[in-house]
């Protein structure tokens, strides 16, 4: 643990993190990305632009400054960061780096007002915060179903919706010397879970890596996610395009295992008298599609509400597997919303869930900070409301 000292000195720069935070974060990346290109392989170009990665570190700088004393109660929040982190395989030894360049970026920023005192309190913060990532990773990386990227056919390829792919793929499984095989019956997949892709696309100087939810935990043919086209607001998505134009059925991609802690409680699962909410948008409803699958496969006499919302019929992503699923329940109450007629999923319709209710929300950031506030708002328990947005999550919320 941090000595009295350093919390005391840490704890007295809160306000001005919380004034310039994401100013350092911002120099933060600038730096140790001109230091080490390399490290533009694993970090998203999209959230880097967005400023979404740069929030969210400052999030959680900011965060673990006001609790270094006791770092346990961001158990949550720096799970799940590190489940991202395993995914695209971020090792011990990326660490050191990433210290050196946020304490340069904290004197960069604050310039004389970040004293030898400062610095050096951080430099003890930081390790600190370092290593409780690690130890939580190492666990992680000797639980993960396989080591690192390895190679998957494409066995299957769909339309889910009209801008939206649904990939199955299968392990190579070259069996030379010292190759992983992976059995696709033994893979104890979770609902929730997302694997993480790596591609390298013509369009990019450097590897791309993004995290695709499972939309369902069958593996009967082999792992299935979606691919949502992601060009929307001037933004073309390399890794989705890609996906899309470029890998058809019989091509090969990397695949890390499987990660993520986002998953239904299973203590609910078999009873009756909580009822579960899936709330989802556009192709977010693939996690929540995996739930789905899950719930009625293990009591289909739970009471289920299903709630989505897109632009339109035709970006209305797995009608057709709902729909069946939602058969399969004795107890649901469906209803869907299209932004294009003015159907608007707001605090108004939030208003009629039941309380108390299991509830799962996953969709764009906008959407997710909405749902979360409206719920929130209404009293829903923070311990009932679990979320999954598609992007940096410490963003969402100031811990």
Known sequence: MASPKTIEIVKATVPVLEEHGTAITTVFYQNMFAEHPELLDIFNETNQKLGRQQTALATTVLAAAKHLENLAVLLPEVTQISHKHRALQILPEHYPIVGKHLLGAIKEVLGEAANDDIIEAWTEAYDEIADVFIQLEDDMYEQAMWDGFIPFKVVEKSAAAQDIAAFTVAPVNDKSEDKQTIDLSQLNLTAGQYITVKTDPEDSDHLALRHYSLNSTDTDKGIQFAVRRDNRDGHYGLVSNHLHD??????????????????????????????????????????????????????????????????????????????????????????????????????????????????????????????????????????????EPFGPKMSLQAS
């Open 246 to 387: 470029e890998v058809e059925v019989g091509d090969t991609i990397l695949l890390s295992a499987p990660a993520g802690d986002f998953a239904l409680n299973k203590d609910l699962v078999k009873q009756n008298d909580v009822p579960l909410v899936l709330i989802s948008a556009g192709v977010g409803v693939t996690p929540i599609l995996a739930m789905l699958e899950e719930q009625v496969t293990s009591n289909p006499k739970r009471p289920i509400i299903w709630v989505y919302a897109c632009q339109n019929e035709k970006h209305h992503a797995f009608k057709d597997q709902v729909d069946k699923l939602l058969e399969s329940a004795e107890q649901v109450q469906k209803r869907i919303f299209y932004f294009e007629d003015n159907q608007i999923l707001d605090d108004t319709y939030l208003a009629t869930l039941p309380k108390p209710a299991d509830i799962y929300v996953c969709g764009s950031m906008p959407f997710m900070e909405s749902m979360i506030d409206g719920l929130v708002m209404l009293k829903h328990g923070t311990d009932n409301v679990h979320y």
